[in-house]
């Protein structure tokens, strides 16, 4: 007599593939004599029905849908944790199963294929990771008790960023605040704790003011964005040209030489519109425009001008260049297609400097059985020098050292090492990470995943994953530990899922990070409002602990993240 | 043999009450001999059955309940403008009809009293009211229809806004952009367009900076409210005090000596929460406080500073006063529960001016058979100095007097008059209405209702009324007719429903607004984030619909809204 009892993990038909087949071919047979008797056994001390068969001589294949229907029917009773009374018109049913099933294996396919998606992982695999949801729900509990880790996160956050505010890369007050970060990750006890150094030519904004001179005085709230060149020291007035796309630009390109171009590019999606921060002012510099202002990269706005970096392309000449409102924008766009003859006065001053100095700051929990292969997980300490930083990416570097720190606290200790990163100098185009990559490539073999939250650290729902198929189908199993929180989506990208990781993912290192609910997102993103408001304390709890356990299971389980 | 016939707009019992009852009264017979039959008759070109009754000697009582069983039928038939056949089973229920009536008619009360409400309106007057439903629906139709007036209140306002910006009491923007508005209303050829000149002592906002110093410098968004006065032109440098109420400032207020009160108070509602803003320089001023920085007026920011009107109290030392960010008076808060030492620098310089001029904007549409009786329409056109005054209160004054556009194009001329007012320095404290009410103080008698826009143009879903309850039942009918667009909310209330218009409201006459989805109203409100943004052109065809309307059929009905 054979009889199976499952976890409830797997899928139905992979149950039948992978133990069910496997056992009656063990028997060497191949004819069985199967025999459907029903007996009851204790699951958590409460007595439920299930289905044995015995063997008969029948063909290999009706026997394994039998046994299937043996599974079938004992997951009626277990799966998922219910208990549930198997009744009467229940045990009349394997006939019609039966039909279902023999039906299905003339198909084969619906049978060796998992319903549930296109994953086929080992089911002990699979055990394994439902294996740590008590880990998960210990966790879970943790961040929401007021005993425990509640709100800690948040207290911590905001006490960073009251005390630093803005933290631009090449700043003593970044250099500050990465003290204070060295000083506290000490303190939590972590392992490993340190700053490597980064290099590079920082930028820094000094005075700067824009003015609508006529037909009207009207100052302009704007940001010079990162990178750009200074008007004259006496400013420039110049005529204005409104364009609505590069399209556009090109239709108007007579007109521009010498003139102001004004962006008023509608807003479609941070990725979609951003390349007129960033190409904006070369684009325009090709027809001899003498600036540029951008409609700011944002859905809402309250008059709010944001900031960000640009990038002049070779061969072109450089022209200062702004982010101005949304609501400017759309005036200007609205005076100028009146046929007003529009001037603008231009005022920017900001400030290079070579070799700046600043740090990635480092802290681990040591693997215990293979300390040289890493999960890393990471934030940037870094911001623009508008708003206080709490979003971006105070948040997502926050939730990743408390993360370490919850660990800590229950004495978790997976067996590869959790690396914590707070990089340094994201805004400008990742060169912390560049600067780590660099000097850490000989490692990049070891590291088995790179987290980031650089996205908001707002009601986690899920995570995103950019990875192979199998090791998107582990994230699948871990994703669904998170049910407790109605944190079960498992989004699988051939993307990138951050922005210093990127650099990682680049060379073919599984990236993840958190989906959380940032539908306002950029409403914030490098503006003065990027501050502790937006900042929700049971959200950060959420993030924190699902990092904690995402980084641990994967730096814990028996097998790496298979690379494609 | 009696009939009825309704047109459906009464209910039932008070169609019973106020046309059955007297009609077989008339009769003045004891006994009716009753027999009921059925007729056809056509309404609107289809034949519609009915039922009539033929007298036999019955009681009085149950004539009138057989009466109103033929009003109830023929309702069937003609009820809201539905034709609907009448079937056989129909034709079946009378007798059933007839014990529930005659049980009604035991309890007397369900039959007198109006089931619709505690309104008691003539039926001839709610027929007369439903009777202007076609006016309704072509001006509904024009304001929607892009060969009629669809977007051009939007486009007569961004052309207004984007010329002259804020529009500050005392400025000379302010009094140019009344010469353009009368031109324009002039050009729009309505009747006695004039401005009355109003004189007062203005107020202007110079240069103002605030920046916490110590314990890290920060600068602090600010605005000064409207009145206060300056610091010494040095400056002042002072410790801080955060209170979260003015209970909270009492418990300190042995503190307050010297410093600078911050108030971080939470945003109740604007009516609630706007006291601080009123009156909170007074009272911290009463414990020796130096200044006073209080959280912006509202339940939204993106760093956002809101500006106000104060209002010093007498026998009070004045001291200098403006509103910060909501996230800046958190965080001063935040940093103050630590026990951080905060100092604050505050540079603030305003100008008063005696003497200020400025002038009310009128338009009318003439009456034609009481043109000394009024129907007031009205929106300040007057703003804070940041912003653009596109929402307060150019929305409002732009609706107004495009109400009267939209009329004038319709021909269409009430019996009374409608008079459009554009209240001039309504932002400090109602000025150019309380003016007006001086000057006019004599005809007072004879304005009808109060109409004011000044709490947004957004989607508008109904009528706000201030006035005695049968007025209010007047304006409920009226409601009746915006169901095509959903506007139909009658919200009778005890309290002013404007700004300007308060001033008549609490000279007894009636007021009236508009009903709208401002739930962001005061995100905007009193910032530089009051721009065309905020503003939709559908909404304001709406409301511009609504105001034509309303102010249309009340300026035109038999009846004059009752005082109560
Ligand atoms: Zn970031
Ligand atoms: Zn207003």
Redesign the interface.
């Known amino acids: 007599m054979i009889s199976f009892i499952s976890s409830g993990v797997c899928s139905r038909t992979q149950y039948a593939r992978e133990r069910v087949i496997p056992a009656v071919e063990n028997i060497k047979l191949k004819y069985y004599t199967v025999d459907v008797v029903s007996a009851q056994y204790y699951n958590n001390r409460r007595p439920v029905r299930y289905i044995e068969f015995s063997v008969v001589p029948i063909p290999l294949r009706t026997a394994v849908v039998l046994g299937y229907i043996a599974y079938l029917y004992n997951t009626v009773a277990v799966n998922g944790g219910r208990q549930m009374a198997v009744d009467r018109s229940r045990t009349l049913c394997p006939v019609a199963a039966v039909i279902v099933l023999l039906l299905q294996t003339l198909l084969i396919q619906p049978l060796t294929e998992a319903s549930a998606g296109h994953c086929r992982l080992a089911c002990s695999l699979r055990d394994e990771i439902a294996g740590y949801r008590p880990i998960v729900d210990r966790v879970l509990s943790y961040v929401q008790d007021q005993k425990g880790y509640k709100g800690k996160t948040w207290a911590a956050l ?2 960073f960023t ?4 803005s933290r631009l890369a090449g700043t003593p007050n970044l250099e500050n605040s990465i003290d204070y970060m060295l000083n506290r990750l000490r303190t939590t006890n972590l392992d490993n704790v340190h700053a490597e150094r980064v290099v590079f030519t920082g930028w820094q904004r000094r005075k700067e003011f824009a003015r609508l001179v006529s037909p ?1 005085v ?1 100052n302009l ?1 704007m940001l010079g964005l990162g990178g750009s060149v200074s008007t004259v020291p006496e400013g420039i007035r110049a005529e204005v040209v409104v364009v609505t796309s590069f399209d556009d630009l090109l239709n108007k390109s007579s007109e521009v030489n010498g003139k102001i171009v004004v962006y008023n590019q509608p807003f479609v999606s941070y990725g979609e519109t951003v390349k007129y921060r960033s190409k904006g002012a070369s684009e325009a510099s090709k027809y001899g425009a003498v600036a540029t202002l951008i409609r700011s990269i944002t859905p809402f ?4 001008p944001h900031a960000g970096q640009q990038d002049y392309s070779d061969g072109v000449k450089k022209i200062p260049t702004a982010c101005i409102t ?2 400017d924008a ?2 200007l766009n ?2 100028y297609n ?1 046929g007003s003859k529009l001037e603008i006065f231009l005022k920017m001053d900001s400030k290079f400097f070579a070799n700046a100095t600043s740090r990635n700051t480092v802290a681990e929990i040591k693997g215990s059985t293979d300390p040289d292969k890493i999960v890393l997980v990471s934030g940037h300490l870094d911001s623009w020098d508008v ?2 930083g709490a979003m971006d990416d105070g948040g997502g570097a926050f939730i990743s050292w408390n993360s370490l720190a919850v660990l800590k606290n229950f004495g978790l200790r997976p067996k590869r090492t959790i690396r914590c990163l707070l990089w340094t100098a994201e805004e400008e185009g990742y060169i912390g990470a560049y600067a780590y990559l660099k000097s850490h490539i000989s490692e990049l073999e070891k590291f088995n995943l790179v987290i980031e939250s650089d996205e908001g650290t707002f009601q986690p729902y899920g995570i995103a994953f950019h990875g192979s198929d199998t090791s998107a189908c582990i994230m699948a199993e871990v994703a669904k530990l998170f049910d407790s929180i109605n944190a079960t989506t498992m989004q699988s990208t051939k993307d990138n899922v951050g922005s210093d990781i990127e650099v990682f993912e680049n060379m073919n290192i599984p990236g993840l990070s958190l989906l959380n609910r940032n539908e306002k997102y950029f ?2 993103h490098h ?3 990027d ?3 937006v900042e929700d304390p049971d959200s950060l709890d959420l993030n924190t602990a699902m990092f904690a356990v995402i980084s641990y299971i994967i730096a814990d389980l028996s097998v790496e993240l298979p690379k494609s």
Chains 1, 2 share one sequence.
Request: hydrophobic fraction near 35%.
């Open positions: 905001s006490e009251d005390t630093f505010g009207r009207k709230a706005s309250l008059n709010t949304v609501e759309e005036l609205r005076m009146r708003g206080q409403w914030y503006t003065e409002a501050t502790m408001a």
